[in-house]
Structures are given as structure tokens and as C-alpha cells.
């Protein structure tokens, strides 16, 4: 049987196993350092001779630093009390009495995590890290070289069988000549266990998220693997590339690619669509001008819903700057400074810098307090909004009586509750609108201040108590949707979900239905027996946009820093000029001498990898060169 051997020890293909310390893993397996092992015949049956068929061991063996793929299997049949020939010499001849001598094309062959190895047992180990926790051993009967249990050298094909997946519905359904599916799966799914099988497992097959790098090993998933997954990932699975071990023939393998697709929940699709066709209606409206109606509302939402066009976006700032020209003055309004901040929201939104609009710095106003409270709480919340889409550096004026400051605003703000916690535009009694307002000024805040923490939890018991039976909100009465609008935004912007959280959740609904209840054909309504109303469409717009961006995982609506141009980006001082003291205050930051706020940290991670390195510093210095 010299012949049989030789095939065997060539037939035994699996590539080198690399450290999978950074990807996933069988948890268990990991954690208690076993290798699962499997001993089986499923070709050869009893009716026509063999000692035995089907599964003789199925079990997790333990392993450490001594431990081979071959020990391995000997300890598996050890545990049962079966007997084995051959292992002292690498080679399995006979197991608990079925031998690769009862057929004429007979023996044992075995894979690693189902591919058939090139080197005998005994080379895996956990010494050379060829052998890990996690990794599947199968020796299998054969009764024709390989050919029956899925090893192959005559046949080059490198596609793959099947692969079954722990949770979802392929589309189409799997052809392994078609490349591209998509897996829907419910939206509450974590992770996903991928089980591939290639047609010919003398080649392997590798899976990957979302990047296919067959070059370096490492990077992929064990067979069997939990994958964590959000919306949109793309699980890769490869099957026979040449960069990879094989004793076959490899012309580059084949790819397969697998889209991750949440299902929409009933609520999240109705959102889904009513965000488009509102969008599409908006968009067809004239170009905004400067203005609280059919202006800065309809641009902020469509920006931040990813679903402006340039002309729209272009259209408008072109006519802020004739505006901003005609007033001749950074002040649009004598006498209110939310006219700024709303200008301001947009700018950011579509990725313009405030601090230079027709040659004015619209920020120039918020230095004087006494200017921004002057028309009452509203002109404290929405310029704590306005500066905090880019986290602006307030401007100093020694003019003034009372130099803003953005502590100032917030304590303005936590001092104008009401007794009870909310808020109001005028009057004792609280007002959805504007505890909604408040609260979304307050909610960069709100998990570093626990003066705001304290409020802003309070404001929310408030919001529930106010809330009616229906799920909606009445303001001075009368359930409008712009009130809904303004509590969903609320609560979407400090991590509270308007559909779920049951504080939201009356009988006739949560709060985002009672908002969606006010659709109407193009927008919304401003009350349950009305009409197509402006104000109530741009309202209901941008607050099904922050319910949107909250529930994908997003920056919240007002948060725009990621929409923020260079010019504010690489401003990590907040001076109003990009600058060799930016790039300087990084490699302070990073010695240790200098200290950055969180907006500061936010703009010094310029090349947006997630962390402050000298990366960033280097990346402004030839910023400046250019």
C-alpha cells in the first residue's frame, strides 16, 4: 500500500494557519483551548463490509504546547477506547478495526478546517502555530484516492459548493457561477456564523469582512466563525487562490461577495419611505433663500439625510452670500440671533465655514451675551446648537459688556427650567418645543456635565408625562406635529430611542408614529385635520432624518463634524487659521505638555483614522506646503 501512503501524505492539504488573535474565533474553543475532531465513514457501509460506518468521534479534544494535528486524533479515539494503527509513523492505516487496506483504492485522509492537508499530521502543531484553538480536524474513509469525500487533483475548478450561513435569506439563491448575493437578516442581528465549502477541497477557502486580502494570512475567519456585523457589511468568501497552498492547479481563484441587508422593521421602513419622498418633493421645490420658512430647515434636513444636490446646495449659498452682502454686517438681525444660528446649521450642513461667508465671520455676534439672550431662552439653545456643529471657538470682542462664553449658555439654559424640569417659550408651563429645543442643545453635554445629565433626565420625564395617549404632543393644546418633531429629535440626539424606549410608547403609539401620523402627500400637516404645510414638512423632515441617523449608528443631526471642510477640520486651535501652531499643538498634545477638549481631539484626527497621532501633525504641515 506504498501507493496509498504516498497520497495520503499529499492528499493531507490545508494551508499554514496563521494567529487568529484578530479575528473571529469559536469563543469556546478559544477559551478553553480545544480543537474539535472528527472521525468518520461515510462511503464505505457496513452492508458492504467496513468494521463500521458513519461517526465514530465527534468531539472537542484539549491541546497545548505539545500538541500536534496527529495527537490530536489520537487522543480523540483514546477518550473512546478505539484502536489505531499507524500513528507512530505519521500515518493513519487503520482505525478501530477499518483498514485502508479493505478497499482497493482505500485509506484515511483528513483536512483542517475542511481542507485537505499537504504535509502529514504530525507537521501541524501548536508549537509552529500551524494548530490553534478553534481548528476542525476530519479524518474521513475513502474508498477511490479522495475523489468521494471532496479531494480532487484531476479537477482544477475553483468554486465554491455552498455556504450556509447561522441567520438570513440569500438572494438570488446560491449558483456558484453567480459572484454577488445579498443576505437579509433580522435588523437586531450581531453576528453572523459563516460555514463555507468548496467543491474541491484539495483548495481553500477563506472568508473575510468587508476588505479581500488573500495575501496576508491572518486577516480571515475560521470556518465557523461568529462575524459581527452591522448594515451594509460584505461578507467575502474566497475559494482556491494561488496564494495559497495547494497541491491543484490555482488560476486565481474565484470571489464571492455576500451583502449584509437589515431588515426594516415596520416603523424603520415607514420612516425609510417617507424620508424619500419627501426628500424627492423638497427637491423639487424653488432654490431656498434665507429664511425660517423655505430656507435653511429644508437644507439642514436634506444634507443631513445624504440627499441634497449640488445645485440645490450651491443654489442656496449663493443666494446667503448676496444676502449676507446686501446687510452688509456678520448681525443678520438687529435683535435675533437665532437668524445666525439658523443660517449657521445649514452652512454646516452642506460643509461651509461660517467664519467666512461674503467676506463676514457670522460667528462675530455670539460674543456679546447680552445680544444672544435678548429675544429669551431660544437665542441661548440655538446658538449652543450653531457652535457645536463644528465645535466653533466662540469670538472674543472687549467691547462688549458680557463676553460669551459657552458655559454661559449652558448655565442660561439649565437655569430657565421650569420648576418641573421642561421649558417654555414664555409663561410656567412647560412646552414640548422647547424642552425638545433645550434639550438638544444641551445633549453634547450630557455625559461629561452632570449638572446637565441631572436636567436634561429630568426634561425627559417631563416629555413622557406630556405625552398623550396617541403618542403625540400637545402644545398650547393642540397635538401638532412640529412638537412631535422637535421631542424625536430630542431624544434621538442623546441616545434614546423615540420608538422603543417604553417612556414613548403609549397606547396609540410611540412618538415616531404619532409624528409619521401627520404625513400627508409631499410632507406633513401642521395638525391632524389640516393640510400640506411648509413649516411642518421641514420640521418632520430633519426629525425623521435624526431618528434615521440614530438608529444607522450616525452622527447625530446636529453634530456635523463629519461634514466639516479643511478649514475648520485642521483648525485644532480654534484661532480661525490653519496654521503651523495647529500641526505644533498636536505634537504637544502627544508629548504630554498641551491638554485638547474632545471638539479639539475630534479636529486634530485629520486623516480620520480614529486616533491623534504625529500622522496628523505631518498631515497639516503639508497642508501648508501645498
Known sequence: MKTIKRLTSLVLTATVITSFSAVGISANAAENDKVRVIVSNDVFSKADGAAWDGTLVDEWVDIDENSTMLSSVVKALENHGYTQTGADSGYFSEINGLSSSDCQMGGWMGTLNDWFTNELFGYYTVANGTLEAGDEINLQYTKSYGVDIGSDWSDNTTALAYAEFSVGTLSPEFDPEVTDYTLTVPSDTKSIAVTPTAFNKNYQVRTYKNEYTPAENGTEYKRNSDISVVD???????????????????????????????????????????LKSTSDYLLTLSTPSVGSVGGEWSVLGLARNNTISDSFANGYYANLENYVKEKGSSTLSKNKSTDNSRVILALSAIGKDARNVAGYNLLEPYADFEYVNWQGINGPVFALIALDTYGYDIPTDSSVSEQTTREKLVDYILENALENGGWTFFGTTADPDMTGMAIQALAPYYNTNEAVKTAVDKAVGVLSDMQKSNGGFASWGTVKSESCAQVVTALASIGINPDKDSRFVKEGGSAVDALLSFGCENGFKHTADGSYNQMATEQGFYALVAYNRFINGNNSLYDMTDA????????????GYVDVSDATIIQKYLAGTAKLSS????????????????????????????
Open 599 to 626: 471638539t479639539q481631539i475630534a479636529r486634530a484626527d485629520v486623516d480620520n483614522d480614529g486616533s491623534v497621532t504625529v500622522v496628523d501633525a505631518t498631515f497639516i504641515q503639508k497642508q501648508l506646503v501645498k
Open 232 to 274: 451594509g457589511d460584505k461578507i467575502i468568501i474566497g475559494v482556491g487562490s494561488d496564494k495559497w497552498p495547494s497541491m491543484n492547479y490555482s488560476a486565481g481563484g474565484i470571489e464571492y461577495t455576500f451583502t449584509v441587508k437589515f431588515e426594516q422593521e415596520e416603523t424603520a421602513k415607514a420612516v425609510s419611505e417617507k
Open 564 to 575: 466639516s471642510p479643511d478649514s475648520v477640520k485642521y483648525d485644532v486651535d480654534g484661532n
